[in-house]
């Protein structure tokens, strides 16, 4: 099920509290903010599953759904959508906790697609091993 759909699909990978210094004059969280997290989230899956370094390649798809609040507790939940030869696919789906609600109630507020590239230490392109390096 995807974040769209309300709850979070994977393991959440990231959490972290919007601040005001991340915040435009209107109190929104820029989405650029939103964007640096999914990756970063989005990076650590792929490097755990290829046992190894990772580049992100690609931006598949990135949905704003709702807007992000000073205050929220963002959390970037994680799935392995692909894996190609030397390439990860990760779907991200990002929730908050909004600032006064209950706790544990989460919002969808955006959804992700990022595509990696596992390299080796010269930065050329490596094969992803068939079986997960690090149980994910």
Not at 1 to 22: C, F, I, L, N, Y
Not at 121 to 132: F, H
Request: glycine share 8%; net charge neutral; with cysteine.
């Amino acid at each position: 099920m995807s974040a769209k759909q309300g709850a979070p699909r994977g393991e959440q990978t990231v959490r972290t509290m919007a601040m005001p210094r991340d915040a435009n004059w209107l109190g929104d969280i820029f989405g650029g903010w939103l964007m640096s997290h999914a990756d970063i989230a989005g990076a650590i899956h792929a490097y755990r599953r290829a046992g190894g370094k990772v580049v992100t390649v690609a931006v598949d798809d990135f949905t704003f759904l709702q807007p992000v609040y000073v205050g929220d507790v963002v959390s970037f939940f994680c799935a392995l959508d692909q894996v190609g030869k030397s390439s990860l696919t990760v779907a991200v789906d990002i929730q908050a906790e909004r600032a006064g609600a209950p706790a544990g109630t989460l919002v969808p507020v955006a959804t992700a697609r990022i595509t990696y590239v596992h390299i080796d230490d010269a930065r050329r392109p490596r094969p992803v091993p068939v079986e997960p390096a690090v149980e994910v």
